[in-house]
Nanobody, 117 residues
Framework: QVQLVESGGGLVQPGGSLRLSCAAS????????MSWYRQAPGKGRELAAH???????TYAASVNGRFTISRDNAKNTVYLQMNSLKFEDTAVYYC???????????WGQGTQVTVSS
């Protein structure tokens, strides 16, 4: 059974930091590209950060230079380090696993990040 379990969300002040984790199970983690998406209230889901199976990374312009995505294949976990958080980073953050060769696409349940003073 495939599972993606996010953790690490919470309430943080502007300028603060959070580290999200996504623990994966039920599939061959190292062969999947992993991403963090986010969905703010009243808006669509958008890609925040992406890491390939070979650890190449890409970021949305809005988070570039502040967020860092990484993966630990030994722990089947992907991380999102978020620094210099802004009010507009408030959203539910979702973990995504994708393998285009076998057309597999999985989502976690999401974790809430709220940036507020």
């Amino acid at each position: 059974q495939v599972q993606l379990v996010e953790s690490g969300g919470g309430l943080v002040q502007p300028g603060g930091s959070l580290r999200l984790s996504c623990a994966a199970s039920g599939f061959t983690f190292s062969t999947y590209a992993m991403s963090w998406y986010r969905q703010a209230p009243g808006k669509g889901r958008e890609l925040a950060a992406h890491i390939t199976s070979l650890a190449g990374t890409t970021y949305a312009a809005s988070v570039n230079g502040r967020f860092t995505i990484s993966r630990d294949n030994a722990k089947n976990t992907v991380y999102l380090q978020m620094n210099s958080l802004k009010f507009e980073d408030t959203a539910v953050y979702y973990c995504n696993a994708r393998n285009d060769y076998i057309k597999a696409n999985y989502w976690g349940q999401g974790t809430q990040v709220t940036v507020s003073s």
